[in-house]
C-alpha cells in the first residue's frame, strides 16, 4: 500500500467513525421514520383535496360527487383513506367529504388541554359544513367517527338528515359503555387515555407493527386490509406527533364525553338512523342506538369484525344505500 492510498484509507475511517459519532445519515432509520416518508395514497377519480380553516384549526378533506352533502368520519387507526373503496360508488349519488379529524392526517395536530373531546371535534365538522354551503347533511361515522357524528346529531339535530352509526360504543351509555370495557379486547382505551406520552413510548419505533397487530385482533377477516391500505396507516400515523395526539381522543372520553354523552342522552335523536356492527364485533350497536334515537334500524353485518368498510365493503354500500335513498 503507497502512502497516499494509506492515508486515503485513514481519512475514509475517521469519516466514518465522525458520522457515528455524530448521529448522521449513517444511523439507520427506525421502522417508524421510514414509514413517515412513504408518499401518500391516491385519491379516488373524480375526487380532489381541500384544507379549511374552522373552529381554530386546519382541517383536511377530500370531496367529490354530486348531490346532497354525505360526510363519512374515520376511526382509529385511520384517515379519510378508511372509506377510499366505498367513495366512488357514493360520489355517484352524493357529494362526500371525507375529512381527517383534528389530530390526525393532514389535519392540525394541535395538542389543547381540551380540545379532542367529541363535542369539539363536532364543531369542527359543524364550521366545515357551513363554509361549504351545507347546513343539512347525511352523517356516517365509524369507530371515534361514530363518537363525533353522534355529538354533531346531538348538538345540531336540525342539521343531520339522516345518520349512520357503524361498530363502536358511546361512552357513558350503559349498559354497554360498561360492557364494552370489560371486554379484555378494549384495554386499550385505558391504556391510550392514561397517558399518551408513556404509550407512545410503550409502542416504539415500528407504529406499523403495532397497529397490523391491532387490526387483527378486532378483525374477522384477517387479511382484509390491503398492503397500500397499511401503508397509509404506517405513513399517517408515523408522522412526528401523530400517535400521541390521536391518543388525545381518548383521553377525552374519560374528561369529558362521558357526562357530555349523559346530557345528550336525555334527548332522543328524531332523524332517521341506521345502526349497524360487524358481527363479530359490534352486536350491541342497534341495541344501543335504540336507547338514543327513536327512528333506528338496523343489525349486524355477517362476516365481519369491526373494520366494516375494508371487511365487508359491498354489504356496507347494500345497507347504506338504500336507508340514504328512503
Not at 379484555?184 to 406520552?197: I, L, N
Not at 382484509?224 to 399517517?236: H, K, Q, S
Amino acid at each position: 500500500m503507497t502512502v497516499r492510498q494509506l492515508l486515503a484509507t485513514l481519512v475514509l475511517i475517521s469519516t466514518l467513525a465522525a458520522c457515528t459519532d455524530n448521529g448522521s445519515e449513517m444511523t439507520p432509520q427506525t421502522q417508524a421514520q421510514q414509514d413517515a416518508q412513504l408518499p401518500a395514497a391516491p385519491l379516488p377519480a373524480g375526487f380532489t383535496s381541500q384544507t379549511a380553516t374552522v373552529n381554530g384549526v386546519r382541517l383536511h378533506y377530500v370531496i367529490g360527487g354530486q348531490g346532497e352533502p354525505l360526510v363519512l368520519l374515520h376511526g382509529w387507526p385511520e384517515t379519510w383513506y378508511e372509506w377510499h373503496r366505498v367513495m366512488p360508488a357514493l360520489a355517484q349519488r352524493y357529494t362526500v367529504i371525507a375529512p381527517d379529524l383534528r389530530g390526525i392526517g393532514e389535519s392540525d395536530k394541535t395538542r389543547l388541554p381540551n380540545g379532542f373531546d367529541k363535542k369539539t371535534l363536532a364543531a369542527d365538522l359543524r364550521g366545515l359544513t357551513q363554509q361549504l354551503g351545507y347546513p343539512r347533511i347525511n352523517l356516517i361515522g365509524h369507530d371515534i367517527g361514530l363518537m363525533v357524528a353522534y355529538s354533531y346529531a346531538a348538538e345540531y339535530p336540525g342539521a343531520v338528515r339522516k345518520l349512520v352509526l357503524l361498530d363502536a360504543p358511546i361512552p357513558g351509555v350503559e349498559p354497554y359503555w360498561t360492557g364494552l370495557l370489560q371486554d379484555p379486547r378494549s384495554w386499550h382505551f385505558g391504556f391510550y387515555a392514561a397517558d399518551g406520552e408513556s404509550a407512545t413510548r410503550t409502542i416504539g419505533t415500528d407504529i406499523r407493527q403495532y397497529i397490523t397487530d391491532f387490526i387483527q385482533k378486532f378483525a374477522a377477516n384477517k387479511n382484509a386490509f390491503t398492503a397500500d391500505e397499511l401503508n397509509e396507516i404506517a405513513r399517517v400515523y408515523s408522522q412526528p406527533g401523530a400517535l400521541q395526539s390521536s391518543f388525545d381522543w381518548y383521553r377525552a372520553v374519560y374528561s369529558l364525553d362521558i357526562a357530555q354523552n349523559r346530557l345528550y342522552a336525555q334527548q332522543k335523536l328524531t332523524m332517521p338512523v341506521l345502526a349497524l356492527g360487524g358481527e363479530f364485533s359490534g352486536p350491541y350497536v342497534l341495541p344501543m342506538v335504540q336507547s338514543l334515537a327513536t327512528d333506528v334500524r338496523g343489525g349486524i353485518i355477517a362476516n365481519s369484525g369491526h373494520w366494516i368498510v375494508q371487511e365487508q365493503p359491498q354489504a356496507f354500500l347494500d345497507r347504506v344505500l338504500p336507508f340514504l335513498a328512503e
